[in-house]
């Protein structure tokens, strides 16, 4: 029996945004104004919180309710990795919004088989290459996130790269979806976005960048003086 190719169709019609934080205060915030669709973490980011996994991993799923909750692997071999999901799973009592992520190292890579074999989503992560996200989509990863300002940093172009993966899966018309990460700019999630990658996920401080404009404000600021008279 096959309980493989359990198909996740999921269904983007429009790039969706994710807060890469595991910060209660900010996840509330950016949940009650804007429309938000999950949660990414990763041991950098919880390593921030100074909580554990076990403290803040509820509280974001009162906050989140049953919106995507992306929660990295730490273990290095692929059946631990299996075994790490599956502790997440049953420990928090993760339903279907529920995406184990995995860095795709060798083990990863098995890993993300071995996962979605057990009905588990994935989204393969630390992504720098448009092969390795092709590969990734290939074992049955449902998001792959590349690394825009990492790669940006080691003078590649995270665009070019996001770009080649939206394309090459929307060529072999594969399932798999883009997830952008690591933005520290605006303009780094405008250019994802104008190349139909899926999906970004970034920080309260980029997230909050994207959705002003000093001349809004001042626009506003205008309006009201002039609404008084
Ligand atoms: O989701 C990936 C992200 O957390 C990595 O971002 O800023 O550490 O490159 P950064």
């Known amino acids: 029996g096959d309980g493989r190719k359990k ?9 969706i945004y994710l807060a890469d934080t595991a910060n209660i205060d900010e996840i509330k915030e950016l949940f009650n104004y804007f429309p938000m669709e999950g949660v990414t973490t990763n041991p950098n980011i919880l390593s921030h919180e100074q909580k554990s996994l076990s403290t803040v991993i509820p509280l974001i799923q009162e906050c989140i309710k049953d919106k995507m909750l992306h929660i990295q692997t730490i273990s290095h071999l692929a059946e631990d990795i299996l ?45 720098f290459t448009q092969q390795q996200a092709l590969i990734a989509a ?45 933005f520290k700019n605006v303009d780094q999630i405008y250019r994802v976005s104008m190349v139909g990658c899926h999906a970004v996920t970034a920080s309260y ?4 960048a994207i959705m002003k404009h000093p001349m809004t404000d001042k626009g506003v600021i205008d ?6 008279h």
């Open 7 to 15: 198909e996740f169709d999921i269904k983007i019609k429009c790039m």
């Open 83 to 127: 075994q790490e999901a599956k502790r997440y799973r049953d420990y928090f009592n993760l339903g279907d919004n529920y995406y184990v992520k995995i860095p795709v190292t060798k083990e990863g890579y098995k890993a993300i088989r071995l996962v979605k074999d057990a009905g588990m989503k994935v989204t393969a992560t630390a992504i």
């Open 138 to 182: 290939k074992a049955g990863a449902d998001f792959v996130a590349p690394y825009v300002n990492r790669l940006d940093n080691i003078s590649s172009h995270g665009i070019d790269v996001v770009r080649d993966i939206v394309e090459t899966f929307k060529s072999y018309q594969l399932n798999c979806k883009v997830l952008g990460a690591s």
């Open 205 to 208: 401080e980029v997230l909050d």
């Open 223 to 228: 309006f009201e003086k002039d609404g008084k």
